[in-house]
């Protein structure tokens, strides 16, 4: 063999290797384009659909979600009703009781035979009228009975009271200031029955307490005419009736 016959010979093996070569590694890569294409196929639904339903992670979230704001309102609402009722009741509280003492402190209390002087005196005009006169002999303003109880002699009831004298409020009598009611002994024409002449007289308080008050002297006479007025803050009111 000529040396031209054999290079031709050495290039054609060397072609043939390379060409196998080259074969053998396209088969190599069709193998794998096929198995990575056939792993979607195997994992797809046997429906053929492509959608997925949605996940349990997604409605776990929108549970939690929805949890949460309930769980949020619900503490804010406990909290706004606490903070409600709290300043509530602590503002009536201190209201009711700021009222209450300002009213208890400005309120005068009621007198009583051991801090006024009831005095009794016979006038000339009206006819057969008595002025009692209630001069508050204490340190503090002091509120009188309604109207006298006045018990003259051993009577066994008071006189009535002439409602037309009622005053608008009780009298109340500030240190030294006096109080005044009127008294109607006897009829004026004769014409009350069960006359008596007596000297004493007695006016109960509404603590209990009783005043003793001296009458003019020699006395007076009484009938059933008998009538007393309500204790007035004006002497000619006391005497009007």
């Given amino acids: ?40 196929s195997s994992s797809a639904p046997a429906g053929g659909s492509s959608e997925q339903p949605p996940t349990d992670g997604k409605e776990s979230g929108d549970t939690t979600e929805a949890n949460g704001s309930k769980g949020t309102n ?3 609402g406990s909290s706004g009703a606490r903070d409600s009722s709290g300043s509530g009741s602590s503002g009536s509280s201190d209201k009711s009781t700021g009222g209450t003492g300002d009213d208890d402190s400005e309120m005068p209390g009621k007198c009583s035979a051991a801090d006024v002087k009831i005095t009794a005196t016979k006038v000339t005009r009206p006819l057969n009228h008595l002025l009692l006169t209630a001069t508050n002999t204490g340190s503090k303003t002091c509120v009188l009975p309604p109207y006298p109880a006045a018990r003259f002699g051993e009577a066994q009831s008071v006189p009535p009271v002439a409602e037309v004298t009622r005053p608008q409020s009780l009298t109340g009598v500030e240190p030294g200031k ?17 006359g008596y002449e007596t000297d004493t007289l007695t006016v109960p308080f509404e603590d209990g307490s009783i005043a003793t008050v001296a009458l003019p002297a020699g006395g007076v006479y009484v009938d059933t005419a008998l009538t007393v007025t309500y204790w007035q803050t004006d002497m000619d009111a006391a005497l009007g009736h």
Wanted: include cysteine.
């Fill in 1 to 40: 063999m000529s040396t031209r016959t054999a290079r031709r010979t050495r290039l054609f093996a060397a072609t043939t290797v390379a060409l196998a070569a080259l074969a053998l590694t396209a088969c190599e890569s069709g193998d794998g384009a096929d198995t990575g294409a056939a792993a979607p």
């Fill in 74 to 76: 619900g503490s804010a």
């Fill in 178 to 194: 006096s109080g005044y009611a009127g008294v109607v002994l006897s009829s004026g024409d004769g014409s009350g029955e069960n």
